[in-house]
């Protein structure tokens, strides 16, 4: 089992910067890609980057430029830093990782529990 902690979130202005993490723990387990997803409210939920455990990285198109995903493996975290925020940002913004178990030899999806983003003047 892999738990998933999520921290970062709050209330921005527009134009502002927040840095959400996301750290994976557990035991007999491996991490491949980790990402962040949003929901709003009335919406479905997005991807909004996606990050390899090379390196390789993937945004949607409303967040290009404006919010960098990165990982540590040594610590299994994932980062969101988002800058420039809009109102349409506002979210709650969820971590999510692939996990490969060296127990059950198996890989299985995991969530974190969401952290809400506001930004708003």
């Known amino acids: 089992q892999v738990q998933l902690v999520e921290s970062g979130g709050g209330l921005v202005q527009p134009g502002g910067s927040l840095r959400l993490s996301c750290a994976a723990s557990?035991?007999?387990?491996?991490?491949?890609?980790m990402g962040w997803y949003r929901q709003a409210p009335g919406k479905q939920r997005e991807l909004v980057a996606r990050?390899?455990?090379?390196?390789?990285?993937n945004y949607a198109d409303s967040v290009m430029g404006r919010f960098t995903i990165s990982r540590d493996n040594a610590k299994n975290t994932v980062y969101l830093q988002m800058n420039s925020l809009k109102p349409e940002d506002t979210a709650v913004y969820y971590c999510?990782?692939?996990?490969?178990?060296?127990?059950?030899?198996?890989?299985?999806?995991?969530w974190g529990q969401g952290t809400q983003v506001t930004v708003s003047s």
């Open positions: 990050i390899t455990r090379g390196g390789s990285t």
């Open positions: 557990g035991s007999a387990f491996s991490i491949n890609a």
């Open positions: 999510n990782v692939g996990a490969y178990s060296h127990t059950y030899y198996v890989t299985r999806e995991y």
